[in-house]
């Protein structure tokens, strides 16, 4: 619920727009009465109206309408697991396109998926006294519930985006990624693929929700599918490139295969070409995200696309509605999930 203050701030700021370039505005005791508000939100909204550009007062004499109108200057704090990756670059398009629209000054800062760097960067979001944050969580940080608690200590409005955090009430931001594993899955079916393995290099929340999408689509398929052997786990690099190359090790390995990611799809493609099997024909591949890397690959890469972009836009959206008190309320209630697309390419296909 916005302030009251900012009610009757915005009302004047519409009269004024309306009136002529050196226009009185009725005295603030006059407007105290009108809006039947104490005085000194009057002159905390008129102040406000002031420093934007929009009035401007004469000792003795009176508040005026201004010839200009300054829009201030915001600052908006982003902090990231990484500023590379599949996702993010695509995220952080999207809130500077409406930053730089908005007059919105964004600071970018990148946790390297440390939960020290993570606090260290949300406490220098307070102590530059940013307006508001936008936040995608690091993975599985014990760290986070607390870090972030801190923000709203502070009385500085946050979004989080990606990743929830337990027990937290803030607003939220995110993709559907049962959803789109579902329908990246329900692809490969129709595509004429019987035996599908999903692959995953790590073992947290959205991998976890992912893997429910794939699995559902073949429980819902009315032709006969085999889930055939999963790899999903915390594994390093050479030990997932073990586990692939053992998968595709026999004849009887999976015609479809489902990625947590274009860059485990990636991967995915090394080991094929070491057994001689090329993507898109001898085993069909979606990968998620929909990342430069998929046009990048010797196959171009049928991925699931996060809306990366959307989801930049809207988080900055819904945080400007909430420091400008049109948004949400102090209970922080806010949640939307944005549904992802498939967008299909030739190494699931098998045609340009």
Do not use: W
Not at 47 to 68: D, H, N, Q
Not at 125 to 147: F, K, M, R, V, W
Not at 318 to 336: H, P, S, V
Request: with cysteine.
């Amino acid at each position: 619920m916005a302030l009251r203050y900012q009610e009757v701030k915005e009302t004047i700021r519409k009269t004024v727009l309306g009136m002529k370039v050196g226009g009185k505005v009725p005295s603030r005791n006059f407007l105290s009465r009108k809006y039947e508000v104490a005085r000194n939100t009057i002159d905390k909204a008129i102040a406000e109206l002031e420093e934007e550009g929009y009035l401007y007062s004469v000792k003795g004499s009176g508040t005026y309408v201004s010839g200009r109108s300054v829009q201030k200057v915001l600052n908006i704090g982003v902090v990231l697991p990484s500023i590379t990756g599949d996702t993010y670059p695509k995220f952080i398009s999207g809130i500077e396109q409406y930053a730089s629209m908005n007059n919105i000054n964004v600071v970018l800062s990148s946790s390297e998926n440390f939960p020290e760097r993570q606090h260290s960067n949300i406490l220098r979001i307070i102590d530059i006294q940013a307006d508001g944050c936008i936040i995608i969580p690091i993975i599985n940080s014990e760290l986070s519930y607390n870090t972030f608690s801190q923000l709203k200590k502070k009385g500085i409005p946050f979004v989080i985006c990606n990743r929830s955090i337990d027990g937290l009430d803030a607003p939220f931001i995110g993709t559907n990624n049962n959803y789109g594993a579902y329908i990246a899955t329900k692809h490969l079916i129709e595509q004429g693929c019987r035996k599908l393995s999903y692959i995953s290099e790590k073992k947290y929340s959205t991998a976890i929700e992912r893997y429910h999408g794939f699995e559902t689509a073949i429980y819902d398929s009315p032709t006969p599918v085999q889930k055939h052997q999963v790899i999903f786990g915390n594994y390093d690099d050479y030990e997932l490139k073990s586990r692939i190359r053992d998968l595709f090790g026999n004849r009887e390995h999976p015609d479809g295969v489902l990625c947590f990611d274009d860059t485990t799809a990636a991967v995915l493609y090394t080991m094929l070409e070491e057994k001689g099997l090329r993507p898109g024909r001898d085993v069909r591949i979606v990968g998620y995200n929909d990342s430069s890397l998929c046009n990048m690959l010797s196959v171009p890469l049928s991925s699931v696309s996060s809306e990366g972009n959307q989801m930049g836009r809207e988080a900055i959206t819904m945080l400007m509605g909430i420091i400008r008190g049109t948004g949400a309320a102090e209970d922080f209630n806010d949640f939307k999930v944005i549904n992802p697309r498939l967008m299909a390419r030739k190494s699931s296909t098998g045609r340009n």
